[in-house]
């Protein structure tokens, strides 16, 4: 069953605390993206990588990081220099042929207190 | 001119009734628009998709009217029912969708 996991679902965190949410995708995407989804805000782009080895930053990049060491995998990493961290996060694959939807996962809640 | 702005925030129709969402953005650059549906404690999923060479495109009850000239587009849900009640989210993108731009999205409650 193709997909992408997101884990885990719910994270707590310590303010001051770097965590990190992983994503695997067996869709065979080479592409992939990180949003955050704040209620009234829609989906908002955090980083996206289009191969391995290499990503660019969305539009909220400011005190996250990413790392794209091999295809199925996607992780990012909330930093403490991130000063609303507590949001809902998903992860999104997409197909290499021309507007090939995006896929999600289904999130990761994170709350930091 | 990234920005992509969508109305109502929240909708409450009665089940059997159309539902309608609008959008509207701003650079013309953009030529894919999708809409995606998000139900509680879940990932969107593409629902429908246009692109700007046709006014409008229907798959069973949805349908999505699109105005280039007014670069708005909006999502219509016909006979309305329970299930149909999830957020809703609008997108655009240029460039094959490899990023795209959403709007802040519709909570939509179908009462039955």
């Known amino acids: 069953d193709g997909g992408i996991t997101q884990s885990p679902k719910y994270l707590f965190r310590k303010e001051g605390q770097n965590v990190t949410l992983s994503c695997e995708q067996n869709l065979n995407h080479d592409a992939m993206y990180w949003y955050r989804q704040d209620p009234g805000q829609g989906l908002r782009l955090i980083y996206y990588?289009?191969?391995?080895?290499?990503?660019q930053k969305g539009d909220i990049a400011e005190g996250y990081s990413v790392s794209r060491e091999k295809k199925e995998s996607f992780p990012l990493t909330v930093t403490s220099a991130q000063k609303n961290p507590t949001a809902f996060y998903l992860c999104?694959?997409?197909?290499?042929?021309?507007?090939?939807?995006?896929?999600f996962g289904n999130g990761t809640r994170l709350t930091v207190t | 001119q990234q920005q992509v702005k969508q109305s109502p925030q929240s909708l409450i129709v009665q089940k059997g009734g159309i539902s309608i969402i609008n959008c509207a953005y701003e650079n013309t650059a953009f030529d894919y628009f999708p809409w995606y549906q998000q139900f509680p404690g879940k990932g969107p999923a593409l629902l429908i998709a246009i692109r700007p060479d046709v006014s409008e495109k229907k798959e069973g009850r949805f349908t999505i009217s699109f105005n280039k000239s007014a670069k708005q587009f909006s999502l219509h849900i016909m006979d309305s029912q329970p299930g149909d009640s999830a957020t809703y989210f609008c997108?655009?993108?240029?460039?094959?969708?490899?990023?795209?731009?959403f709007g802040q999205g519709t909570r939509l409650t179908i009462n039955p």
């Open positions: 997108a655009a993108g240029g460039q094959g969708a490899q990023k795209l731009v």
């Open positions: 990588s289009q191969i391995v080895n290499d990503f």
């Open positions: 999104a694959s997409r197909g290499e042929t021309l507007n090939s939807p995006l896929h």
